[in-house]
């Protein structure tokens, strides 16, 4: 059985800096990309980062120059550095990855959230 789990999430002032981590933990084989999504109250969805298993990462337009993704493959950790946070930011933030085990290939996991608020 496969498991997420996140952390770092809470309250931070507009300007500040925060980072989540997510490990991943059970029988796993293989994790192809490593992702970070985020839900503001009322909105969708939206997918923040990615990174490959080689350290190929993207970004959504929005937070590109602010946040950074990486990830430790010995660890299957993901991390999500966010500088210069804004008050747009708050949200839950959810961690994602593409998981090969020994009894099934390429499934999408989910971490259980974390909530993320900026405050002026």
């Known amino acids: 059985q496969v498991q997420l789990v996140e952390s770092g999430g809470g309250l931070v002032q507009a300007g500040g800096s925060l980072r989540l981590s997510c490990a991943a933990s059970?029988?796993?084989?293989?994790?192809?990309?490593m992702r970070w999504y985020r839900q503001a109250p009322g909105k969708q969805r939206e997918l923040v980062a990615g990174?490959?298993?080689?350290?190929?990462?993207n970004y959504v337009d929005s937070v590109k120059g602010r946040f950074t993704i990486s990830r430790d493959n010995g660890k299957n950790t993901v991390d999500l550095q966010m500088n210069s946070l804004k008050l747009e930011d708050t949200a839950v933030y959810y961690c994602?990855?593409?998981?090969?085990?020994?009894?099934?290939?390429?499934?999408?996991?989910w971490g259980q959230g974390t909530q993320v608020t900026v405050s002026s």
């Open positions: 994602n990855a593409d998981i090969t085990t020994r009894y099934k290939a390429g499934v999408d996991y």
């Open positions: 059970g029988s796993i084989l293989t994790i192809s990309t």
């Open positions: 990174i490959t298993s080689r350290g190929s990462a």
